[in-house]
Structures are given as structure tokens and as C-alpha cells.
């Protein structure tokens, strides 16, 4: 299965020490806009920044494919990505309401350590 990545749902992945390891059956897709997202987190000086730089340490191991982005909003390009046949990876609850009246499945963290599809 083909899965986009949103950006709270990378870093949740470090926050709650799970890895992107949990996601090795799958195959693993990142959005332009999702990059952009990590790039401008990491040069900030939060947590959140470090689980960024965190991330993007590890995709760029992983040599994860870059997908050229659609439209200007990181949800918007998500949408689109969700209808050309992609699972969207995602903790935001907004977002994956969308999806699910849409028609589409989401890959989200449950209880902050499993990796769950609805």
C-alpha cells in the first residue's frame, strides 16, 4: 500500500518513540508540502524542532520519494493525493473527518503507540 505522510504524524512518530520502521510495510510517499512543513519546524528552537530535524534525518536515510505537490494548503494536497489512490497518514482529527466523509482510509497513532487504519 502507497501512504503519504502529513507532518504531526512524523513527529509523533519520534515523540512517542515509535519510529518510521512501524510503517516497513508499506510503501512510504512524502509531499512537497509536508517537506516544506519540516524544513520551517526545524529551524525553529522548540521540541518540536528537534523532532523535525529528527524526522528529516531519518526520510532522507530512508530515501523516501518526494511528491510534487498539488496545491497550496498541506491538507488540500493530502485530499488529492488521497484520491489518486494513497493512504493518508495523519493525527489531525480535521483532516482525517475529511477524508472519512470522503470515502477514504487514514493511518493514525492510537493510544500513542500503535499505528491504526480507518
Known sequence: ?????????????????IGIEALEDFQIFLPQSVM?????????KTRESILA?????VLKK?????????????????????KQGYIVATNDR???KRLKRLGFKTIYLRARKKIAVG
Do not use: P, Y
Not at 516544506?36 to 525553529?44: A, F, P, T, Y
Not at 530535524?53 to 534525518?57: I, P, R, S, W
Not at 530512508?62 to 488521497?82: H, M, R, W
Open 94 to 96: 480535521e483532516l482525517r
Open 1 to 17: 500500500m502507497k501512504v503519504v505522510l502529513d507532518t504531526n504524524f512524523l513527529i509523533d512518530l519520534f515523540r512517542f518513540k
Open 62 to 82: 530512508k530515501q523516501v520519494t518526494i511528491l510534487t505537490s498539488f496545491k497550496t494548503k498541506t491538507d488540500d494536497d493530502l485530499i488529492e493525493f488521497a
Open 36 to 44: 516544506r512543513e519540516l524544513k520551517l519546524i526545524s529551524k525553529k
Open 53 to 57: 530535524k529528527v524526522a528529516l534525518e
